[in-house]
Nanobody, 127 residues
């Protein structure tokens, strides 16, 4: 079992920045991690993913060049640095984890591939 707790959400102006954190506990070794977001009335969408090693990352086109995912395995933490925020980035952001079946460089982008989820943190970007 893995427990995940997100923090760092809040209100930002368009063009501003926020940094989300995800603290993991339980069985944390060997997990690939991801960030997803869900706006009101919409499905939960992929934002970014990172492998257990941290050496492989992948981003949704909508955030590429603006968001950066990183991790610190010593602290069992994953981060999402969000720059150049836009009103359309407004959503609840979720951290997710799963064991890497294919080694330390694997990452996952499908919401259905993740069995462990945090409670989410609200990000609101005003224009």
């Amino acid at each position: 079992q893995v427990q995940l707790v997100e923090s760092g959400g809040g209100l930002a102006q368009a063009g501003g920045s926020l940094r989300l954190s995800c603290a993991a506990s339980g069985r944390t070794s060997g997990n690939a991690m991801g960030w997803f977001r869900q706006a009101p009335g919409k499905e939960r969408d992929f934002v970014a993913a990172i492998s257990w090693s941290g050496g492989s990352t992948y981003y949704a086109e909508s955030v590429k060049g603006r968001f950066t995912i990183s991790r610190d395995n010593a602290k069992s933490a994953v981060y999402l640095q969000m720059n150049s925020l836009r009103p359309e980035d407004t959503a609840v952001y979720y951290c997710a984890a799963r064991f890497s079946d294919f080694g330390a460089t694997s990452y996952y982008t499908d919401v259905h591939q993740y069995p462990y989820w945090g409670q989410g943190t609200q990000v609101t970007v005003s224009s």
